[in-house]
């Protein structure tokens, strides 16, 4: 299942109000259900804020986000979130926190979380390491146990914030992959925060371009790359669509562009 | 099967004897030997009578001789302290899950909190015998109170050091307070309880004890004075040996909980 999601004139700003910091300034974009959205911009520009808005765990000041349910006015059992720095409980398992989503949700016995818990465990590859705690994994394990503990409750839409930011490049590599794999079979909507370009066109659908202080949304990308993509990434990073992508996009951002 | 068996037991014994061999575990022990023996021969080659300082075999004698008396007092010296350290533990948690959980409660009652700590709660003594008789309730009120404090502000430094990110993280699930509460913050603050709770049964057992000292019918600590009053300085050192080993046991055995409990892969707390 996937929904849509609406985001108009949004504004935050945090601090108090005699000194305000302006972040969030009229951002407005429409995700139709079921599309891997990829938003990039500059370092510190309101990225993390704007998903934190759209999961309903921070107060914005004015504007609103409307999903397939609705308005947005807290958090949600539609919507998940992939943290940026994983932010697993160091005191709990692999299984424990994957369980820990599907415990919050009402009308779910323990026995069936965590008969679905094991599932994820599963799909994300991380079979056998269901009793380790989070200090013993590696940050490509960790971020495989974030994003079964999102998938688990069934969202329909997933908020990604950087996800593979921290992770080596091979690991990466693998998890985008991956993740492709499983939004094809779930079909959830996705909103993917980055600031790698590759990662943006290799994975989505449409891109848009956030700028800083305060952000608000500058420029668009349509990708059209022929999907299923994985299995032929060596053929789309060298294709001539990825190549114009990826200079329209340096130059969006202030990047140079190479010839 | 009888073998095997004597196997582990030859495996155990030579576990033990590498544990006593290291350094951090035999310097400390020569030390023990050293004190003890100087003491034994020397301090009576000093011409100490025995009534002033009795040698360590005098005491173990003693210890011997006086040990269903001393037991019996410790065992009532126990339960005072059972009750006002439960409702120290206990009672201090609460107040400062409260203290947390509401910032107005904090905001009235912190600076108060501190400032009983700070207050020395035996020169209240006095006060509790008016109130509450020469007794087993005073004794408890002064255990409970003196170390209720420390057991407050540990307990609430650790909720405070909680990672406002994983409250967050739990709140995208749509988890509500108590599910905070359960998930992060019942775990997070563990370390410093534990911290607080070993202040508190050090605190808690002195208060007992000094309680006895001035209220006491019965207690080890009440027994203490009897044997100074008749000049049995060796059975007062048996006693003062039966006080600091059942201490160290109580220490010893909350360290040993908070082993248990408090272990993630290698985040094991890193607390006093
Ligand atoms: N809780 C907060 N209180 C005050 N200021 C904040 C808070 N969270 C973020 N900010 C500020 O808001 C701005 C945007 O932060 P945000 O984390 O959304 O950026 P980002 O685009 O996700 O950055 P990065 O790419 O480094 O992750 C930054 O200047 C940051 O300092
Ligand atoms: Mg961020």
Known sequence: MSQSVSVVGLRKSYGSDADPLAVLEDVSFDVTAGEFVAIVGPSGCGKTTLLKSIAGIVDTDSGEIVTGQGPVTGPSDEIAMVFQDFRLLPWKTVLENVVMGLDIQPDRSDREAEGVAREWIETVGLAGSEQSYPSELSGGMKQRVGLARA????????????????????????????????????????????????????????????SSKPATITAEFEVNLQRPRWGRRVEIEGSNEFERLRNRLRKKLGLTVER | MEESKQQAVQVRLSNIYTALSRRTVALPGVMFVVVVIGWEFGIPALGVESYILPTPSEILASFVEEYPTIIEHLQYTLKAFAVGFVMTVVGGYLLALAMAEWSILETVLYPYVIAARSIPIITLLPIFIVWLGFGFSSIVAISHLISFFAMVVNSLSGFKSTDEELVEMVQSFSGNRRDVFWNVYLYSSLPYVFAGIKICVILAFTGVIAGEYLVGTEG????????????????????????????????????????????????????V
Do not use: C
């Open chain 1, 151 to 210: 998938l688990a409750v069934d969202p329909d839409i997933l908020l990604m914030d950087e996800p593979f930011g921290s992770l080596d490049a091979q690991t990466r590599d693998r998890l985008q992959t991956e993740l492709l794999q499983l939004w094809n079979s779930e079909q959830t909507t996705i909103l993917f925060v980055t600031h790698d370009i590759s990662e943006a066109i290799y994975l989505a659908d449409r891109i848009l371009v956030i």
């Open chain 2, 220 to 271: 080890i600590g009440h027994l203490i004075l009897q044997y100074n009053n008749s000049f049995a300085t060796d059975a007062m050192f048996a006693t003062i040996l039966a006080i600091s080993v059942t201490q160290l046991l109580l220490f010893g055995l909350v360290v040993a909980i908070e082993r248990k409990v408090v272990s993630w892969g290698d985040g094991v707390a890193q607390s």
